[in-house]
């Protein structure tokens, strides 16, 4: 069974910056892709940034040029660097893989971001 943790949650101000990383217990080699997305109350879950097997990258419009998904084959992490923080960025964020060769996809446990003065 694979495992995402997620890590790196918390409370900022606005304007401030946050760095999440998930480590997954397999090789991340094989990706299909892996990526996050965030959830708040009463809405559905949304793509946040996404990093493809062949390494293109994905963003929502309302985090382009202030988020960055990045991926380490080495340590089986893909991070996302968070800057110029929002209070609409608040949010659950999970982490999601899928790899090659199977249909299942996988969620982390999600973190708290909280942006707020």
């Known amino acids: 069974q694979v495992q995402l943790v997620e890590s790196g949650g918390g409370l900022v101000q606005p304007g401030e910056s946050l760095r999440l990383s998930c480590a997954a217990s397999?090789?991340?080699?094989?990706?299909?892709?892996m990526g996050w997305y965030r959830q708040v109350p009463g809405k559905e879950r949304e793509l946040v940034a996404l990093?493809?097997?062949?390494?293109?990258?994905i963003y929502v419009e309302s985090v382009k040029g202030r988020f960055t998904i990045s991926r380490d084959n080495a340590k089986n992490t893909v991070d996302l660097q968070m800057n110029s923080l929002k209070p609409e960025d608040t949010a659950v964020y999970y982490c999601k893989a899928r790899w090659e060769g199977s249909r299942t996809t996988y969620w982390g446990q999600g973190t708290q971001v909280t942006v707020s003065s």
């Open positions: 990093i493809t097997s062949g390494g293109s990258r």
């Open positions: 397999r090789s991340i080699f094989s990706i299909i892709d």
